[in-house]
């Protein structure tokens, strides 16, 4: 008890000397006004060591009255605790349990006629302990979040980067293509001798052109100023990469749209594939790809993700002298280029619809791009920022033809 009048006696001395030191302070400061005046150097030093005074007078305070709370809660736990261990000797153990009703009853008779036990028995019986859960105390219960936003999606764009994106050069432009070529045939018919002097063969060339238009493609969001201030990680970073993102999957589903419009007849591997008859349709379709293109561009050989589990398997990665791929590894896929057969590379994409896939060349098809990326606006009425992710993207068939579409027929 000694301990807790020392610990008040000293906060009424700290409190009353606060006093003083404001006091003084009030006077110096209004000394300065009654005389229309600004505080001279010295006053202003005073008030400068009165204050410095003061908040470590009050530091000294809180700490003070900090411990004596402290000190009051340990005491009145001890006297709970005492209490429940004096009450357990009694009773016999900190929890009482009754078999019946009818002894329930008999102490609750005892204990109104003075028994002791019985009632310290009733009291711990019908004591009800308070249960504290996490639920009682939201406000010391962090909510951390922990790592970076778990976000899948591709943006990889293994068609477009197989492809190769050229600049947009315009809203509408246009690419000219050969579509009849000049002739050149041997003079006369019955040889040169016979045939001096005879005309050449002559045929003009015609040049038509494919129109290119510009697709905008874009989308925004508008972010409240409080969300982008307060949030960790970063909203904004994370909503621009989510755009930039969604902004890759649909231009490579624009590519793959582009693939799956092609007419040529379809070259099968068979309801039943093998090795052997999944290389026959490929070398089958190259040539075709290869006979209309005149071996300009590179192959691509497409396939949408749930193909690896048909061309997969066939092709295991032990590399015999005679195989014609280096084989896949289950392990090692993600979209884009995952192995070759015949040397021709394997590249896996999102974008295609389940069961496509595709030998193509490069040069039968065409990609233009012209990023703008990231935008953004302020709503100052609403506190807000807009913010916008965009590019211009088209894809455009060259050659129909030399696109051939792999079933399993």
């Not at 000294?60 to 005492?82: F, G, N, P």
């Not at 009682?136 to 962090?142: C, H, Q």
């Not at 315009?170 to 070529?181: D, I, K, M, N, S």
């Not at 590399?319 to 015949?342: E, H, L, M, R």
């Given at each position: 008890m000694a301990n807790y009048q020392a610990n008040d006696a000293m906060i009424r001395r700290l409190e009353k000397e606060l006093e003083e030191r404001n006091s003084a302070a009030q006077g110096i400061i209004a000394n300065a006004e009654d005389g229309e005046r600004d505080l001279n150097s010295a006053e202003s030093e005073t008030l400068k060591g009165l204050r410095n005074r003061m908040g470590e007078l009050k530091e000294q305070i809180v700490e003070l009255e900090a411990t004596a709370e402290a000190a009051q809660s340990v005491s009145v736990r001890m006297k709970e605790l005492d209490q429940a261990i004096t009450t357990a000797r009694r009773v016999g153990s900190q929890t009482v349990e009754y078999r019946s009703a009818g002894a329930f009853l008999l102490d609750t008779y005892k204990a109104s006629q003075g028994d002791r036990t019985a009632g310290e028995r009733l009291e711990v019986y019908l004591r009800a302990a308070a249960h504290q859960k996490t639920t009682d105390n939201p406000g010391v219960v962090p909510t951390p979040v922990i790592g970076e936003v778990i976000n899948f999606i591709d943006a990889s764009r293994p068609l477009v980067t197989a492809i190769g994106p050229r600049d947009m050069p315009a809203g509408t432009f246009y690419r000219p293509r050969v579509t009849q070529h000049t002739a050149v045939l041997v003079q006369g018919a019955a040889g040169a001798a016979a045939d001096e002097k005879t005309e050449l063969t002559s045929q003009k060339m015609t040049i038509s052109r494919i129109t290119v238009n510009a697709k905008?493609?874009?989308?925004?969001?508008?972010?409240?100023?409080?969300?982008?201030?307060?949030?960790?990680?970063?909203?904004?970073?994370?909503?621009?990469?989510?755009?930039?993102g969604v902004y890759a999957q649909q231009t490579e589903a624009a590519t793959a749209a582009e693939l799956d419009a092609s007419l040529t007849t379809p070259v099968g591997y068979g309801a039943s594939p093998t090795a052997d008859s999944i290389t026959a349709a490929i070398w089958t379709a190259a040539s075709t790809a290869w006979n209309l293109t005149k071996g300009a561009g590179r192959l691509i050989l497409a396939l949408a993700p749930d193909r690896l589990a048909v061309f997969g398997k066939l092709f295991a990665p032990i590399s015999p002298v005679n195989s014609q791929s280096p084989g896949f590894t289950a392990g090692d896929f993600n979209s884009g280029a995952v192995s070759t057969i015949g040397g021709i590379p394997v590249v896996v994409s999102a974008g295609l619809a389940s069961t496509k896939a595709f030998l193509f060349s490069t040069a039968a098809i065409e990609v233009y791009e012209q990023r703008v990326g990231s935008l953004q606006a302020v709503e100052p009425s609403v506190l807000g920022v807009q913010v916008a992710y965009a590019g211009y993207f088209n894809a455009v068939t060259i050659d129909d033809d030399a696109i051939i579409e792999l079933t399993a027929t």
């Amino acid at each position: 008890m000694a301990n807790y009048q020392a610990n008040d006696a000293m906060i009424r001395r700290l409190e009353k000397e606060l006093e003083e030191r404001n006091s003084a302070a009030q006077g110096i400061i209004a000394n300065a006004e009654d005389g229309e005046r600004d505080l001279n150097s010295a006053e202003s030093e005073t008030l400068k060591g009165l204050r410095n005074r003061m908040g470590e007078l009050k530091e000294q305070i809180v700490e003070l009255e900090a411990t004596a709370e402290a000190a009051q809660s340990v005491s009145v736990r001890m006297k709970e605790l005492d209490q429940a261990i004096t009450t357990a000797r009694r009773v016999g153990s900190q929890t009482v349990e009754y078999r019946s009703a009818g002894a329930f009853l008999l102490d609750t008779y005892k204990a109104s006629q003075g028994d002791r036990t019985a009632g310290e028995r009733l009291e711990v019986y019908l004591r009800a302990a308070a249960h504290q859960k996490t639920t009682d105390n939201p406000g010391v219960v962090p909510t951390p979040v922990i790592g970076e936003v778990i976000n899948f999606i591709d943006a990889s764009r293994p068609l477009v980067t197989a492809i190769g994106p050229r600049d947009m050069p315009a809203g509408t432009f246009y690419r000219p293509r050969v579509t009849q070529h000049t002739a050149v045939l041997v003079q006369g018919a019955a040889g040169a001798a016979a045939d001096e002097k005879t005309e050449l063969t002559s045929q003009k060339m015609t040049i038509s052109r494919i129109t290119v238009n510009a697709k905008t493609y874009g989308g925004y969001v508008n972010v409240s100023r409080q969300n982008i201030d307060f949030s960790s990680p970063q909203i904004m970073d994370i909503i621009i990469q989510d755009l930039a993102g969604v902004y890759a999957q649909q231009t490579e589903a624009a590519t793959a749209a582009e693939l799956d419009a092609s007419l040529t007849t379809p070259v099968g591997y068979g309801a039943s594939p093998t090795a052997d008859s999944i290389t026959a349709a490929i070398w089958t379709a190259a040539s075709t790809a290869w006979n209309l293109t005149k071996g300009a561009g590179r192959l691509i050989l497409a396939l949408a993700p749930d193909r690896l589990a048909v061309f997969g398997k066939l092709f295991a990665p032990i590399s015999p002298v005679n195989s014609q791929s280096p084989g896949f590894t289950a392990g090692d896929f993600n979209s884009g280029a995952v192995s070759t057969i015949g040397g021709i590379p394997v590249v896996v994409s999102a974008g295609l619809a389940s069961t496509k896939a595709f030998l193509f060349s490069t040069a039968a098809i065409e990609v233009y791009e012209q990023r703008v990326g990231s935008l953004q606006a302020v709503e100052p009425s609403v506190l807000g920022v807009q913010v916008a992710y965009a590019g211009y993207f088209n894809a455009v068939t060259i050659d129909d033809d030399a696109i051939i579409e792999l079933t399993a027929t």
